[in-house]
């Protein structure tokens, strides 16, 4: 199957509304996608991800900027010439149709001929396993299988490049992680770009090669889910992807491998990317699985503050705790709980930043 890039150049949407007064709904998107890339548009409710997925598929106009699929401007073509397909969270299916009207229904539009659609509809069923469905009508089918005739529907076109607007919200959610992998499974067969929008992180986290996380109508990260997690760029990205603890210090000392910050009473080093100044107020981020716990009378290495347990709850393969350090209080995540005696409220500790992990955010 042939695929293509995405590239979105300063792309802007404004939304009038009944009084005349424009609503700026997304502002300045700059985006490029490889080939084959799965991408996935992530952020919270309101952020302008559907809307920006709409204006990939045509759906919805672009205010200013352009679009390309490989080098084609696509910004005045019309949905159904732009070589790409939408799955919706819907499923949209005809209802009175089979299975196998549903999937063959774009191929008839096309005027393509009967045994052409049915050994190209029989290719998409065989990849997506679907063949022993293909006489029943949507109404007889589960959630999991509709949603799957719609990706069929989508794939049997062979299009350039596939849209996905939250398709698996009307899932429970242990079929959720097997569509996930369903649909992961049959991008990377097919080899199609994808673009796909969640406000679930760790949905986007499990199935992208690269996640997008956008807030207020713009980008504030572009990178791996690896990327994201580890080096966010900004507090709102360290905030809504995973756990994050932040932490208020200020510059002491620097060199050109390591920067000492004062956190309270303490003294903590972390490997210096050469922006630090002496003085500089910084917002360090900590995720609670990075951070040690040991008891005060433990030997411990660099980067020890003392802390007070205030409580804890045991989460089965982890157990969480939060401390008290001063100013702040802190979570942190200890793995592997039954290997060691749990900490109990009122203990006293040492916490353990471990410099190599922290990163410090703006914001
Ligand atoms: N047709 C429209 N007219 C006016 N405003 C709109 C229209 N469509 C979307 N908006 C507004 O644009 C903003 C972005 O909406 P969008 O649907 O893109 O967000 P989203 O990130 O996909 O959120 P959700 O996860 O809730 O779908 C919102 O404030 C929304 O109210």
């Not at 792309?11 to 609503?23: N, R």
């Amino acid at each position: 199957m042939k695929s293509r890039t995405v590239t979105l150049n300063n792309v802007c949407k404004s939304f009038v509304d009944d009084s005349g007064s424009a609503f700026q709904a997304v502002t300045d998107v700059n985006l490029h996608i490889e080939a084959g890339e799965f991408v996935t548009l992530l952020g919270p409710s309101g952020c302008g991800k559907t809307t920006t997925l709409r204006m990939v598929a045509g759906f919805e106009s672009i205010s200013t900027g352009d679009i390309y699929f490989g080098d084609d401007n696509v910004r005045n073509l019309q949905p159904n010439k732009r070589d790409c397909t939408m799955v919706f969270q819907s499923y949209a299916l005809f209802p009175h149709m089979s299975v196998y009207d549903n999937v063959a229904y774009g191929l008839r539009l096309k005027k393509m001929p009967a045994t052409a659609i049915r050994e190209k509809v029989n290719q998409t069923f065989d990849i997506m396993n679907l063949g022993a469905y293909q006489d029943r009508m949507p109404g007889q089918l589960s959630g999991g299988q509709q949603q799957r005739v719609a990706l069929a529907r989508a794939l049997v076109m062979e299009p350039s490049v596939l849209l996905f607007d939250e398709p698996l919200s009307n899932l429970d959610a242990k079929l959720r992680l097997t569509m996930r992998d369903e649909i992961r499974r049959i991008q990377k067969a097919v080899g199609i770009t994808a673009i796909y929008v969640t406000h679930d992180q760790s949905e986007a986290m499990s199935m992208s090669d690269k996640v997008v996380v956008m807030n207020k109508g713009r980008i504030e990260q572009v990178g791996t889910p690896t990327e994201v997690y580890q080096r966010p760029a900004t507090r709102f990205v360290a905030d809504f992807i995973g756990v994050a603890n932040f932490l208020q210090a200020e510059v002491a000392d620097t060199d050109s491998e390591s920067v000492q910050l004062r956190l309270g009473e303490a003294l903590v080093k972390m490997p210096s990317d050469g922006s630090f100044e002496s003085g500089r107020q910084v917002t360090l981020v900590a995720r609670p699985e990075a951070i040690g716990l040991t008891r005060p009378t433990a030997a411990g290495s660099g980067n020890l503050l003392p802390g007070l347990v205030q409580r804890s709850a045991f989460m089965g393969q982890v157990q969480d705790y939060w401390v008290d350090i001063g100013d702040n209080e802190i979570q942190v995540t200890v793995s592997n709980p039954r290997a060691h005696e749990p900490f109990q409220p009122g203990d006293k500790v040492l916490v353990d930043l471990h410099g190599d992990s922290l990163h410090w955010v703006q914001g």
